[in-house]
């Protein structure tokens, strides 16, 4: 079982930044890492369906981006905090979305369908 919780998300500014939190915990007897997990955000806008925004391989650190968004996030892993980051640059109206954190536990590489979500967090840009 995975238990992932998000935080980080609010009101900001448009060409403003804003950086989320996923805390995951693997709560069990055996092995708690993620060497064979794959973590990643999708998102969520009023109207759309929800999108794959960024991912990280738990292990390498392979991350990989939506075009919408490459050039300003930046996802990154602390291993050792089980927590998966966000940063979010340069933030436009069109970015206002629910952010999903999200884990693949059977994928070592990429995200594909994830097994586990966050509850979500909001983010709003304002213009």
């Known amino acids: 079982q995975v238990q992932l919780v998000e935080s980080g998300g609010e009101l900001v500014q448009a060409g403003g930044s804003l950086r989320l939190s996923c805390v995951a915990s693997?709560?069990?007897?055996?092995?708690?890492?993620?060497?064979?997990?794959?973590m990643g955000w999708f998102r969520q806008a009023p109207g759309k369906e929800r999108e794959f925004v960024a991912g990280?391989?738990?292990?390498?650190?392979?991350?990989s981006y939506a075009d919408s968004v490459k050039g300003r996030f930046i996802i990154s892993r602390d291993n050792a905090k089980n927590t998966v980051y966000l940063q979010m640059n340069s933030l436009n109206p069109e970015d206002t979305a629910v952010y999903y954190c999200?884990?693949?536990?059977?994928?070592?590489?990429?995200?594909?369908?994830?097994?586990?979500w966050g509850q979500g967090t909001q983010v709003t840009v304002s213009s």
């Open positions: 999200a884990a693949d536990i059977k994928n070592p590489i990429t995200v594909g369908r994830p097994d586990y």
């Open positions: 693997k709560r069990t007897f055996s092995s708690s890492d993620f060497s064979n997990s794959a």
């Open positions: 990280v391989s738990w292990s390498g650190g392979t991350t």
